[in-house]
């Protein structure tokens, strides 16, 4: 594959980029303070004798309200030839309603916010962004990713409609995870942590949320290359940058282990975040919490977790030198999957770790004649590098939510 | 005479469970050790070199070599090559062309086999002297999924039996994404083979190109491209390890048009190695043996594996 070997040709210049991911975490920090518990939320068209909503230029609420009415496409359009100029002064309004609405719980801007269709407006701006900023790599090849002014709107819009609609929650918590996992699928690991993050600033203990800015840390520690063990031939200023990259590395690993760890605390059913916390565990060294946590997920979950759970634990055992038991396990994994290339080639190694060439060679062999016949992923496959659109499955059915 | 201290033999010891253990060692009583050494001087083969040209220590203890005869001995070439989605069209005619090259620099009584790896490893065509299979299987390669370097690689020098000398030739034109084993494992294995391991990338991983850049969202943002431009990162330099501890090489083939001379190259060299044989002596324990290979008296870049291991005889 080289879609990791190649730098992205992004849009944005390193600065833009980096200012646009600082506005998409702190101003929704700054913004949602507040919610007021009087107004419930209606898509339902803007009413002649409702105030208008004055920040808001009379063609983009028409195309807003087109996205209402399901014409996707067509307000997407619309929306795609505002030039930035016209999205920044958009977006400027929409920060100055935020500060509105905030301090003025009586004000005509309210009245009219509750009576405009804010989720279709974040919705079609959350195409727009994914439109713009997320192209999927094909065939490996690298994805570009970004963060788009869209990204602004949406961060105030969802301060207002957190202002504004008391079931805000309903709609903003799977938008946010639906745009993470976008980004996810993507290969936008950077986005899929920044819309996750900004979820979970607004929902703080939101376990699937929580659970999206884990495995985006955990995929974008993967996706980042650690430099060469040995001491780079370049000197002290190689020398430096390798380090950082490794500590890099382990940060992420690090925030994805806290992310796991919080999620599997808030609800200890939950069986992917105590098999992804194993596995963080023993990236990071920890050896004997790895084996404790894995240990446990096998008392949750269903057969693919379960699948997992004996994988890593075999890896754990394995490199413990506890070859017996780490055989014992990835037999456990073949027993689940028995079609799975995966678990045969960890069992032939640790047959080969014991001594038996013979049996590392069946075991693969088997394994690999056994992928001939595979129809479904196997579960290691899409662990790290995910293979289906849940996002936008999400995000469909809130598209659906909106019909009037 | 039996050719066991590079070949995967029995594993003679048990240790207990719960105590992390040294990797285990293989092959059985170390009779004769063969050395397959390539001598090259500013690129260019040596050849016509007698073993009185050469000298040899076995973990630092001089040896008494002479060269075998390297007809004696049929060559098995395992191919391994990465089909996964990144190898387009326009890769994938350079691959068949550059293999073929390969191929027909094969003797008939060489044998060659043939792995894919992309979601999975498939071995395409088990061990045989008809290389017009192979041809074929080569073909019928279609490209998809992820990539899988390191497993192709374990079933690369696993799975092919071969009573003698052994080439794996892998091609990549990246990094793995989805294989079990990681690069310490397979170079474990590597040692413990007969096998000399070239490895074709035809994007280098080092250099410019794929530097850490701020607006590569797999980046996380730190570096820009020009400060990191010769960071050598650990998937190239794994697997420039691992082919050097067998003897091999790591290409880095910048274009598909070297893609051909790389695989020429790799086959001459096959051609033109020397295969040395001694006899151990005043080194008869088990474990790792490292081995110095160096000629006298002149200046040349000789290329042969890092070493090789011998297990403890049974009582």
Redesign the interface.
């Known amino acids: 594959m080289s879609w990791r070997t190649v730098k992205l040709e992004s849009s944005l210049s390193p600065r833009l980029f980096a200012r646009r991911a600082f506005l998409v975490g702190c101003l929704v920090c700054a913004a949602v303070t507040r919610i007021d518990a009087g107004n419930l939320f209606q898509t339902a068209p803007v009413a002649e004798s409702a105030p208008q909503v004055a920040a808001l230029p009379a063609d983009y609420r028409e195309f807003v309200q087109q996205y209402v009415s399901g014409d996707h496409d067509e307000a997407l359009a619309f929306l795609g030839n505002w030039n930035d100029e016209r999205l920044r002064l958009q977006i400027k309004r929409l920060k100055e309603v935020v500060v509105t609405i905030r301090s003025c719980a009586q004000c005509p801007e309210r009245q009219a916010f509750v009576r405009f269709p804010l989720r279709a407006a974040i919705l079609l701006h959350g195409d727009r962004e994914i439109q713009q900023e997320f192209r999927p790599p094909t065939n490996e090849q690298p994805p570009t990713c970004g963060v788009g002014l869209s990204a602004e709107a949406i961060v105030h819009l969802s301060a207002i409609l957190k202002l504004v609609d008391p079931k805000a929650g309903e709609f903003l918590r799977p938008f946010y995870l639906g745009m993470s996992r976008q980004a996810r699928w993507s290969h936008c690991s950077v986005e899929s942590a920044l819309w996750a993050r900004s979820g979970l600033r607004m929902y703080p203990n939101d376990v699937p949320l929580t659970m999206a800015l884990g495995v985006a840390l955990e995929t974008g520690a993967f996706f980042t290359l650690a430099p060469s063990p040995s001491t780079p031939a370049g000197g002290a200023v190689l020398a430096r940058q390798g380090a950082q990259l490794k500590m890099q590395i382990h940060s992420l690993e690090e925030g994805a282990r806290q992310a796991f760890e919080k999620a599997a605390r808030a609800d200890p059913n939950l069986a992917e975040a105590k098999v992804r916390l194993g596995r963080v565990q023993w990236r990071l060294g920890m050896r004997d919490a790895a084996r404790t946590t894995l240990e446990a997920s096998l008392k949750i979950g269903d057969a693919d977790s379960h699948y997992l759970s004996h994988l890593f634990l075999g890896r754990v055992l394995e490199e413990a030198s506890k070859w017996t038991e780490a055989e014992t396990h990835y037999r456990a994994a073949i027993a689940l999957q028995p079609l799975a290339e995966t678990p045969f080639v960890a069992l032939s190694h640790v047959l080969f770790l014991q001594g038996d060439p013979e049996g590392a060679r069946d075991a693969l062999a088997a394994g690999l004649e056994a992928t001939k016949h595979r129809i479904t992923y196997d579960p290691w496959l899409p662990y790290l590098v995910t293979q289906t659109n849940d996002g936008e499955t999400l995000l469909a059915t809130l598209r659906r939510g909106l019909s009037p | 005479m039996t050719l066991v201290a590079l070949a995967?033999?029995?594993?003679?010891?048990?240790t207990a469970?719960?105590?992390?253990?040294t990797?285990?060692v293989?092959g059985v009583e170390v009779e004769n050790v063969y050395i397959d050494a390539f001598v090259s001087s500013h690129g260019v083969p040596v050849t016509g070199l007698k073993a009185t040209d050469f000298k040899l220590r076995d973990n630092g203890t001089p040896q008494v070599i002479e060269l075998a005869a390297s007809d004696t001995h049929p060559l098995l070439a395992v191919l391994a090559f990465?089909v996964?989605?990144?190898v387009?069209r326009a890769k994938l005619t350079a691959l068949r062309a550059a293999s073929h090259a390969l191929l027909e620099s094969l003797r008939p009584e060489d044998k060659a086999s043939l792995f894919g790896f992309g979601?999975?490893?498939?071995?395409a065509v088990q061990p045989t002297t008809d290389k017009a299979q192979v041809r074929q299987a080569i073909e019928k390669l279609v490209?998809?999924g992820?990539?899988t370097i390191m497993?192709a690689l374990?079933?690369a020098l696993?799975?092919p039996?071969s009573p003698g000398r052994s080439l794996v030739v892998l091609f990549t034109?990246?990094?793995?994404?989805?294989s079990?084993?990681d690069w310490r494992?397979i170079r474990s294995?590597a040692e413990r083979s007969n096998a000399v391991i070239h490895v074709v990338s035809l994007?280098p991983?080092t250099g410019p190109?794929?530097?850490?850049?701020?607006?590569?969202?797999?980046?996380?943002?730190?570096?820009?491209?020009a400060?990191?431009s010769?960071?050598?990162?650990?998937?190239?330099?794994?697997l420039r390890q691992i082919a050097e501890a067998t003897g091999g090489r790591y290409w880095e083939a910048e274009s598909l048009d070297r893609l051909k001379a790389a695989f020429t190259e790799i086959a001459e060299a096959m051609g033109k190695r020397y295969i040395l044989r001694y006899a151990p002596e005043g080194v008869t324990q088990p474990g790792w043996h490292k081995v110095e290979l160096r000629l006298k008296g002149r200046k040349a870049e000789v290329r042969t594996r890092a070493g090789y291991w011998v297990t403890a005889k049974h009582p």
Do not use: H
Not at chain 2, 17 to 21: G, L, S
Not at chain 2, 209 to 225: E, F, H, M, N
């Open positions: 995967l033999g029995v594993f003679l010891s048990s469970q719960d105590q992390p253990r990797p285990p293989f990465d996964s989605g990144s387009d979601d999975d490893v498939s071995w490209s998809g992820g990539t497993d374990y079933a696993t799975l039996k034109d990246g990094f793995d994404n989805l079990w084993l494992q294995v994007q991983p190109k794929p530097a850490v850049s701020s607006s590569d969202s797999l980046r996380w943002g730190i570096y820009s491209a400060n990191t010769t960071l050598e990162f650990e998937p190239a330099w794994a």
